[in-house]
């Protein structure tokens, strides 16, 4: 359905094979330490979950790896390259999209407008025809139109495509802030919690989703979730993080029977 | 996110001393650089390099007496932005509301406790005298208690919960209401400041030292220790009273501070009170100093940068980038001023401020900023 | 009952995407606009042709030039009167040095002066934001100020310290300067106007005005979508500036035809340009010419208008007034409508499309 721009797709990294690997990263605010020694890798065209109680260092796990944080120690490396410190807008151009705990939409734009923005970075006409709107410039403008009506298909958003998005409920957010990673058409997309506050009926419609984007596109995911179920459903391999250290890596049936992620959720007797 | 709950290893100076060491430090190798090259002879006298980076120190070193009248004017001139700025750090800790008007607040109460000492000896045929310059200044402080109450009911309540710049907005109007509604009331002509009949000092002492005269006014004396008084009560008030308390429980989060049932709408008219009474006493220490006009506008907006150096949220960044601000632009002005053809005044605040801010974003005395997402 | 779009279907995106998706809408603007060329410059009496039609043109570009900075990205500045005088200063000196091109290329480069000024005093912008940048682009607005005074290059020289509009011709016809008329500054001056809010309209709604957006509505996602935060908001200072300086350059040599060194361009001209994006609307560009059409339209209305029907007030105290009522209004329009003038316009359409229906 969304056909994979030339520039995003490297035939370099087949599938199966290692498309991002994080290797002893840490990360540190003032004197908390937030992320301490974590390494794991992720491979093209599976999905892979980051589980961990409260606070232990997810999220931070994420914007490492698309450059809003800046880890001190340890390397990302991602398509084969390795990489100190890379910009937000740079990890975004190499294909890397992500949603976000709290949504992080654009509030006073439209549906339309919000996934919209998914595609500037393929949007290339400079200041010049952007000002006379027309010609090359409304052409781009038009093709790109076509792009996005496909994910508001797909994402079966038709009707919200004209509202602001500060009048949705919370689930259908959730569904254009997808759309809006989607729009992107990225090659690792990083979805953090994309289920917190559903319901039961929401939740099953966005597992579809997600499993239909890593199915029909291939796209790799890495993927925050709380609900277990989902997660052991969803994902092809699981990292347990606690207190910002990995304390399991593998399947989920492997992670489900060791015994320090249990002790991690239910505590141990002392 | 991240609540890791381990405690760093307390550093041996707090962040604020250890900015302070480097930027000192960073002082004195310029200042040591200027001496290299003057003394090599790269820099000749006369040169553009000799006049910015030279010419003035020698001139403070060559006329101790000017260098102690400029530094003085300029903490005189500190003293005064820092008690604006504190009427905005107030309100700001309080609410969470930028109060842009405060430094009108500060024209409006001078310009009401002379406009009502006016009309009640002019037109009411009272005496003059000290009895009638306490009553006009009951009516003042009675004026700001009801412009605090108005502000609380017309402006703060609908608004609450609206996100910083909306009320940012709001205090703007708020500022031209004032200029207005002052306007309007008292007429636009600069007004004396009723200095004696308040019982503040008004003559001036001349020292001789360090070779020359220095001429320091009593009033100006009179405001720094009423400042200080001032700042000094205001700091026991929140740190060991009931509302106080609750003050900085309002600051620290509203939600729960409404939820163990302190009222919201009495701690800002409280608030908003007291940056109103502050206003009061700079209006009348600035009023002493020049006219009474809302051409004091412009001088009022300086407390801008010195919040911006100091932090909204910091008292004691208040005084300091208060102190730094008018200290900086008097120097500024006296010692290159010439320069660049004199009036740098009314800009050179903003530029120290933006210096500032383009090496630390959150102020002197503000945590570093960590984003989240 | 005749604003209605019933019957009118969109069969491509081009179509879907205009401006005015609306038939209605489209002719109701080219009557405006015919009516603004061909009517009002011969039915308007000198008047309200000096006092309203021309500041009203002049200011509208500077407002929505403050309000793609403000409206559309989010960013508060309190300069926009030291950026306006860098255009018309600008555009004196250009004239004075070139006397041989014609004004209103002047006029029209001026702005690139304007938005070069913008992008210096814009640079702080990536790394403090919010109020603090607001205070920072007071910095702007002083300096600023202060150079138009304390420069005499700036000014020829002029022992008044002021600048005097010279006569400059188009096709023979004078168009500033004191011999020129007023129907003629009125006529270039619209074309300035309907020029550069098509263009801003155009800006607005592709890529940059949505990356605009995303930067205001939430700069942090903005950056995680690829958005260059630094590009976005000096392009966005930039064009702003842009058109701050092409309304300077307009204010000075065809509504004023002259300026005081540093009087023209204070602090309080920037504030009621802020003013007047709040009032209008934020992010809305009819919203920028309702602001700006009602703060040039109230003191005129309040000096003239009520003596007019017997109401005796002074222009002092008319002044004191508007400063009153555009305080008031600020603060009224912040509490029940943050989108200004411009959203009751909106829900005025949206009644009219339903009348007489209630819904």
Redesign the interface.
């Known amino acids: 359905m969304l056909h994979v721009s030339p520039q995003s797709t490297s035939a370099a990294i087949a599938k199966g094979e290692v498309l991002l690997n994080v290797e002893n990263v840490s990360l540190r605010f003032g004197g908390v330490k937030a992320i301490s020694d974590v390494s794991f890798d992720i491979r093209k065209g599976e999905v892979r979950a980051i589980i961990g109680p409260n606070g232990a260092g997810k999220t931070s796990m994420l914007n490492c790896i698309n450059g809003f944080y800046f880890p001190q120690e340890g390397h990302i490396t991602y398509k084969g390259v390795r990489r100190q410190k890379v910009r937000p807008h740079e990890a975004a151009s190499s294909g890397i999209a992500r949603t976000f705990q709290n949504v992080a939409l654009f509030k006073g734009m439209s549906t339309l407008d919000n996934i919209m923005t998914g595609r500037l970075l393929k949007m290339k006409r400079g200041f010049l025809w952007q000002c006379l709107h027309w010609g090359p410039a409304q052409a781009e403008e038009i093709a790109h139109r076509e792009t996005v009506e496909r994910v508001i298909d797909f994402l079966e958003i038709q009707a919200i495509r004209k509202t602001p998005v500060g009048r949705l409920p919370y689930g259908l957010q959730k569904r254009v802030e997808l759309g809006r990673a989607l729009a992107a058409e990225p090659e690792l997309l990083l979805l953090d919690e994309p289920m917190a506050g559903m319901n039961l009926e929401e939740k099953e419609d966005m597992c579809r989703f997600i499993l239909d984007v890593n199915q029909q596109f291939g796209t790799t995911i890495a993927l925050i979730e709380h609900d277990m179920g989902v997660v052991m459903d969803l994902s092809d391999r699981v990292v347990v993080l606690e207190y910002g250290r990995k304390i399991a890596d593998g399947t989920p049936d492997v992670v489900k029977a060791d015994q320090k992620v249990i002790d991690a959720y239910l505590g141990v007797a002392h | ?4 709950t ?4 307390k550093p041996m100076l707090s962040p604020a001393m250890m900015a302070t060491v480097k930027v000192l430090g960073v002082f004195g190798a310029i200042a040591l650089a200027i001496v290299l090259l003057v003394q090599s002879g790269a820099m000749p006298k006369g040169s553009i390099g000799h006049k910015v980076l030279a010419a003035p120190f020698i001139d403070m070193w060559d006329l101790p007496d000017l260098l102690v009248q400029t530094l003085w004017e300029g903490l005189v001139a500190g003293v005064l932005y820092a008690l604006i700025a504190l009427g905005f750090v107030l309100i700001f800790k309080a609410s969470g509301v ?1 109060n842009f008007a405060q430094g009108i607040m500060v024209v409006f109460s001078a310009l009401t406790l002379v406009g009502s000492y006016e009309i009640m000896t002019q037109r009411m045929g009272l005496p003059t005298g000290v009895a009638v310059a306490i009553l006009a200044l009951i009516v003042a402080v009675a004026t700001m208690f009801v412009l605090a109450w108005l502000v609380e009911r ?2 703060l309540r ?2 609450v919960n ?1 996100n ?3 009320m ?3 205090t ?10 002052g ?2 009331v008292f007429g ?1 002509n600069p007004k004396v400041m009723i200095t004696a009949e308040l019982g503040l000092p008004t003559g001036n002492t001349q020292f001789n030292i360090l070779g020359g005269r220095v001429n320091i006014q009593h009033l100006d004396v009179a405001a720094a220790v009423i400042a200080s008084v001032m700042i000094a009560g205001l700091a026991f008030f929140f740190q060991y009273t009931r509302i106080g308390r609750a003050l900085r429980a309002v600051a620290d989060s509203h939600k729960a501070a409404l939820s163990v049932g302190i009222s919201l709408n009495q701690i800002w008219v409280i608030v908003w009170f007291t940056a109103g009474i502050v206003a009061l006493v700079t209006g009348i220490m600035w009023g002493a100093r020049s006219d009474v006009s809302f051409a004091l506008e ?1 001088i009022a ?1 300086k407390a ?2 010195v ?2 150096l100091g932090g ?1 949220t910091s008292v004691p960044g208040a005084i300091v980038g208060g102190l730094i601000i008018g200290i900086g632009e008097k120097m500024g002005e006296g010692y290159w001023g010439p320069l ?5 005044e ?2 050179l605040a ?2 120290i ?2 210096g500032f ?2 090496f630390r ?1 959150q102020g002197l005395f503000g945590e ?1 900023i ?2 989240r ?1 | 009952m005749f604003y209605r779009e019933t019957g009118q279907f969109k069969t491509n995106y081009a179509d879907d995407m205009a401006i005015f998706p609306i038939r209605q809408d489209r002719i109701g603007l080219a009557l405006i606009l015919a009516f603004a060329f061909l009517v009002v410059p011969f039915v308007t009496s000198d008047f309200t042709l000096k006092t309203i039609m021309l500041p009203f043109l002049a200011l509208s570009v500077a407002v929505i030039g403050l309000n793609i900075l403000t409206g559309y990205t989010g960013l508060i500045s309190l300069g926009s009167a030291g950026f306006m005088g860098v255009g018309a200063y600008a555009c004196y000196k250009l004239t004075t040095i070139f006397p041989e091109v014609n004004i209103l290329i002047w006029i029209f480069v001026s702005g690139f002066f304007a938005a070069a000024v913008g992008v210096f005093f814009g640079l702080p912008s990536l790394r403090i934001k919010g109020l603090y940048l607001a205070v920072a682009t007071l910095a702007a607005q002083f300096f600023l100020q202060w150079a138009f005074v304390r420069i005499p290059w700036l000014f020829n020289y002029n022992p008044s310290g002021a600048i005097e509009v010279p006569l400059r011709t188009l096709f023979g016809v004078p168009i500033t300067g004191p011999t020129a008329s007023l129907e003629v500054k009125y006529l270039i001056c619209l074309c300035f106007v309907v020029g550069m809010t098509w263009l801003a309209s155009n800006l607005v709604h592709g890529r940059i005005g949505r990356s605009w957006m995303a930067v205001r509505d939430m700069d942090i996602a903005a950056e995680l979508m690829g958005i260059k935060l630094l590009n976005a908001k000096l392009m966005a200072f930039a064009v702003s500036s842009f058109y701050c300086g092409v309304s300077g350059a307009l204010f000075v040599f065809l509504y004023l035809g002259g300026a005081e060194a540093g009087t023209e361009f204070a602090i309080r001209l920037s504030f009621l340009i802020l003013f007047a994006v709040i009032i209008g609307g934020a992010g809305s560009m009819i919203g920028s010419f309702l602001g700006a059409g009602f703060i040039v339209a109230l003191p005129t209305i309040l000096k003239f208008g009520l003596p007019a029907i017997g109401i005796a007030i002074t222009g002092a105290t008319a002044e004191k007034i508007v400063l009153m009522i555009i305080g008031a209004l600020t603060i009224y329009l912040l509490i029940v409508e943050p989108h200004g003038l411009a959203r009751i316009w909106q829900i005025m359409k949206q009644k009219l499309r339903v009348w007489p229906f209630p819904y």
């Open positions: 996110m991240s609540a890791v381990s405690t760093a290893p930028f017309i402006v609908p608004l609206q910083e710049i909306i940012l907005m709001a703007v109007g708020l500022t031209y209401f004032l200029i207005g509604f306007e309007y636009g412009i907006l801008l940068p919040l911006i909204f660049l053809g004199g009036g740098i009314t800009w903003y530029v401020a933006l801010l383009l974003p570093k960590i984003e997402i």
